[in-house]
């Protein structure tokens, strides 16, 4: 039973909870961020503190860095680690090929890093992601802050020359001040409305000086488990080419929901 859960956190946690059977002990193991992810972290600190779990968990932002720590989860750096077995992470869109764009919690750089130096990279969303096309969440860019102004022009110049629908882009704000990555730069969004060859795109956009990097990843997942509001999952491979369907029992989770804070 999912206590006061909303549909919206139930289909995360579902997600969150399946992917869990990816990991076992021994593991070197990829913590993504956001609300989607933090759900993973908090079903791998149960297994953890209640199974016995041995794993190595390398976090893709202070923010994960920090509820790693509370859940008891040992954590540790991607030089430590050098590579993973898996990472799970959540999106904010993933398409047919389980392509996806990430970062709209501003970790885009070291989870597209974490990811990539990763045998298997396993996203866990709700249904509201799933998109046809690429591009109607606004696609984060990562820009050192010096000159981003003229980053930005030359960014808006390139996005002509390109098969998209919208030109424009914003700077990330905190309030008055801009939004800052955990590497110190800014982000740029990028209003695209729809990416029609977003490996191009992607390509193209990480040429201009003063990018770091873009939140397209092409080619990275290998899984999506995507979560219902009732319970029921479905893990889509995209090496295997199968879907299958399944239904999470939510006993013996009483300890996760103790505290739902993000
Ligand atoms: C953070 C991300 C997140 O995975 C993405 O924004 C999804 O977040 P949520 O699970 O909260 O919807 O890319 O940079």
Request: proline share 3%; hydrophobic share 40%.
């Amino acid at each position: 039973m999912s206590k006061n859960l909303s549909p919206i956190d139930t289909a995360k946690f579902v997600a969150a909870k399946r992917a869990c059977d990816y990991v076992e002990s021994g593991m070197r193991v990829g913590l993504g961020t956001g609300s989607t992810a933090a759900w993973l972290v908090r079903c791998l600190g149960e297994m953890v503190q209640g199974d016995g779990l041995d794993i190595v968990g390398v976090p893709t932002s202070t923010r994960t860095a920090e509820l790693a720590r509370q859940v008891g989860i040992k954590i540790t750096s991607l030089d430590e680690a050098k590579w993973l077995d898996v990472t799970i992470d959540g999106t904010d869109e993933f398409d047919g090929e389980l392509n996806l764009i990430k970062g709209g919690g501003g970790a885009l750089l070291q989870e597209k890093i974490v990811a990539t130096a990763s045998d298997r990279m396993i996203v866990i969303a709700d249904k509201t992601k799933q998109v046809e096309t690429l591009g109607a969440f606004p696609l984060p860019v990562e820009v050192v802050p010096f000159g981003w102004q003229t980053t930005k022009a030359l960014i808006e110049e390139t996005l002509s020359s390109l098969d998209v629908l919208g030109d424009t882009s914003s700077l990330r704000m905190n309030n008055d001040t801009p939004f800052i990555t955990d590497e110190g730069n800014f982000i740029i969004d990028l209003h695209l409305g729809r990416i029609g060859n977003a490996r191009q795109f992607g390509m193209v956009v990480n040429q201009i000086p003063g990018v770091v990097e873009n939140g397209l990843f092409i080619d990275i997942c290998d899984v999506v488990i995507i979560g219902h509001g009732d319970g029921r999952v479905e893990v889509k491979d995209i090496n295997t080419g199968t879907t299958e369907q399944d239904v999470i029992d939510f006993v013996d989770t009483e300890n996760l929901f103790s505290d739902l804070a993000d």
